[in-house]
Structures are given as structure tokens and as C-alpha cells.
């Protein structure tokens, strides 16, 4: 199974509300990722969790919150996000020492009105 | 600051014909380079990769050649088809858990 799965495909939501996206791997990778891809423009990292611990955060607004359950899961909180917001939020695994060969999820494209 | 550059945004190839795409880095500490692609609606996957120790590296009709003096690497596919169309992601990687990515490359194959 080289599969990332990421739920929901597509959301919309409103500035008030909250959501979570969620993403799931069974390849035994220690490292997943979050990305977040605007149109025409490369993915950007958002957060790396290694052995289920954060460890990079890149300046991300407290608006997103993310959390790994377990080694296997990975999710994003949404809580009062802003139309600038809206873009492919990207899931990403890879092995521990591996940081560079990442597998990702198909994404969950995110509307913020 | 981009530390990699994909200066074409699109590119247009004949079926059959090679297409070269190209990206160039700025940061000398990066060692490993890769190749992702990507098709609308979906996540990028991982094409092909080289090393810093090495000047070349093939995988079937996909060759990646890296030039570290001119901090410069292309991706060759011979003979392109159909479906190698899609967006090409150039990506670096310099020992910390981040990978960097380029701009990206619009590959049209026209039959």
C-alpha cells in the first residue's frame, strides 16, 4: 500500500467555522507533512511531525492547528480561517531518514468565503 | 529569495520527441534533487532523483542530469508520450526536513 489518503476531496467553509482535514498512511512512515498549494504556485510546507512529535512548524497562523494521533495519522484543525485561506492543503509521507522522497495524498481543495 | 528556480512556466514537445526541463539552484548546501510530477486534482509524485555525488541518473525513458558548478539540473524525457503531460516539480533538499520546491513546468505533449 503506497496510498496517502486524504479526506474530505473538497471543502467549503465560512470564517467562522471549524473543521478538520484529516490524512492517513499505512506505508509505516515516521514523517508526515503538511503542504499547502495555491494555484500556479509550488507547494509551501506548513508543518513536519517526526515519530508523531512536531517538529517544524513554519510560521504557520494559530488558525491551523495540527495533530497526530498516532503514527499513522495525521490532522489539521481549521478554526476562523480567511479567504486567503483557500488552496490545495496537501498531505505528504515519508520515511523517518527520508525526509526528501515524500509521498503525498491527492489533497483536499479548501474554499474559505 | 527562490533558491530553485523553474524558469519556464510551460513547455511544448512534439510525441515522440525529447523534452528538457530545466531548473537551477542558488544554495550550495543543497545535495539531493529531485523530480516530482503532478496532474490536475492530484498530489505530486516522486519521478526520479539524484544525488549530489553523482552527475547523472536514469530511470527508463526519464534521465536527470545534475551540473553542480553551474548549480543547474534538467530532466530529460526520450521519446515523450501523452501522458507526460502534466506539471513538473523541480525540489531540493539540504539535510534538514524541509524540501524546497521550484515554480514548476507545464509539459504539453502534442500528438
Known amino acids: 500500500d503506497t496510498e496517502v489518503t486524504q479526506t474530505p476531496k473538497h471543502l467549503v467553509m465560512g470564517m467562522t467555522n471549524k473543521k478538520s482535514l484529516k490524512c492517513e498512511q499505512h506505508?509505516?512512515?515516521?514523517?508526515m507533512y503538511w503542504y499547502k498549494q495555491k494555484a500556479k504556485k509550488p507547494p509551501e510546507l506548513m508543518f513536519v511531525y517526526s515519530y508523531e512529535k512536531l517538529s517544524i512548524n513554519e510560521s504557520v497562523p494559530s488558525r491551523f492547528s495540527p495533530e497526530c494521533p498516532n503514527s499513522s495519522l495525521l490532522n489539521l484543525h481549521l478554526h476562523a480561517l480567511q479567504p486567503e485561506d483557500s488552496a490545495l492543503y496537501l498531505c505528504?509521507?515519508?520515511?523517518?531518514?527520508?525526509?526528501?522522497?515524500?509521498?503525498f495524498g491527492s489533497g483536499t481543495q479548501l474554499s474559505v468565503l | 529569495d527562490q533558491q530553485v528556480k523553474q524558469n519556464s512556466p510551460s513547455l511544448s514537445v512534439q510525441e515522440g520527441r525529447i523534452s528538457i526541463l530545466n531548473c537551477d539552484y542558488t544554495n550550495s548546501m543543497f545535495d539531493y534533487f529531485l523530480w516530482y510530477k503532478k496532474y490536475p486534482a492530484e498530489g505530486p509524485t516522486f519521478l526520479i532523483s539524484i544525488s549530489s555525488i553523482k552527475d547523472k541518473n536514469e530511470d527508463g525513458r526519464f534521465t536527470v542530469f545534475l551540473n553542480k558548478s553551474a548549480k543547474h539540473l534538467s530532466l530529460h524525457i526520450v521519446p515523450s508520450q501523452p501522458g507526460d503531460s502534466a506539471v513538473y516539480f523541480c525540489a531540493a533538499s539540504g539535510g534538514a526536513q524541509k524540501l524546497v520546491f521550484g515554480q514548476g513546468t507545464r509539459l504539453t505533449i502534442n500528438p
Open positions: 505528504a509521507s515519508s520515511q523517518a531518514n527520508r525526509h526528501e522522497k515524500l509521498f
Open positions: 506505508m509505516g512512515h515516521r514523517a
